[in-house]
């Protein structure tokens, strides 16, 4: 690995360039992507409110986690389809989310390094989330559809489900907290959703059908 000019230099150069070599082999090998537009200012309020965040994000793991596997077993398909591979990776994401927050101590101040590493595992859910987004807005605007009638019908109970993607909104939205844009895209979330999947799986579809009173009640004082 060491060039022959440094070779002829002497033993100095090449000592240095040992060193050199050696803090390379050093450094971790496994850094995580980091994503700053999608890291929240301030996450003070997951450690304030670690209770409501840790159920809320092992909630949504598991619910997303739910209908990947209702997928798989009502399809027979092995991958997700183009438009939502993206929801495979949320779910560990968000556990990340989690166990950063779990292992800040319960009393006294956090630690910067403790927050600095929560903003980048946010940051790298929401930029997960952002990958959903656009693929769900290429997906509606495709022609023809990339979904067919009855694939839709079939994705209604599970990666379709008008309630996978308000739980989905409702989660991210309060685990992001400032993060810029991120009320816009989950709004763009469930508008893409309801455009590509709301004739077969809405809130108004799942409602119950309340019986109409026949006889009116009087109450007696």
Known sequence: MIDNDIW????????????????DFA?????????PKHEPKSVSHL???????????QGLAAQITHSIERFHAETGANALPEALEA?????????AVNATIQAAPLDGAVASETEDQLR???GRLNAKVAQLENELQKACSAKPSVFSDAFKKQLGTSLGDWKLYAALCTGLWFVSGDAEGTQRRLE????YHDMIFGEVSSPSKSAPKH????TESTLEI
């Open 8 to 23: 002829q230099a002497g033993s100095k150069e090449i000592d240095a360039e040992i060193e050199r070599i050696r803090a």
């Open 27 to 35: 450094k971790p090998q496994n850094v995580k992507d980091r994503f």
């Open 47 to 57: 450690f304030e409110n670690r209770v409501i965040a840790s159920a809320s994000l």
């Open 87 to 95: 929801l495979a990776a949320l779910p560990a994401l968000l556990l």
């Open 120 to 122: 980048a595992e946010i």
């Open 188 to 191: 763009n979330i469930s508008l």
């Open 211 to 214: 019986p109409t009173a026949t």
